[in-house]
């Protein structure tokens, strides 16, 4: 119950009507983030990095590649299924947020 009542102020937060639309753009968000495991596979092995290489140099090599593939991808699925428009604006709206800085 309490779940539904999440993803109901979800899709009212984000303007969308259908449930179908709804679970459209979920399913694009869960695509794209297994997607990027197909992604950093080769990047990391490119890059020489292993289960034995340490966190320190791991976090940031999966922050630096990782991420930008990650809009990437959700963009090219979001065009391919329709979506662009909705996910365009919502990666615009996040990186307003990361650009803010306090004074």
């Known amino acids: 119950m309490l779940l539904c009542v999440m993803l109901s102020k979800l899709q009212n937060k984000w303007g969308i009507e259908s449930k179908s639309r709804f679970w459209l753009i979920m399913f694009i968000f869960a695509a794209a983030g297994s997607s990027t495991l197909f992604v950093r596979r080769p990047v ?14 791991v976090i940031p090599a999966y922050i630096l590649t ?28 996040m990186f307003r947020r990361f650009k803010r800085t306090k004074n």
């Open 44 to 57: 990391f092995a490119w890059l020489g990095i292993t289960g034995h290489t340490h966190w320190y140099i």
């Open 66 to 93: 990782i991420t930008p593939s990650y809009f990437i991808i959700i963009l090219l699925y979001a065009a391919i299924l329709g979506q662009f428009r909705f996910f365009w604006k919502f990666q615009m709206k």
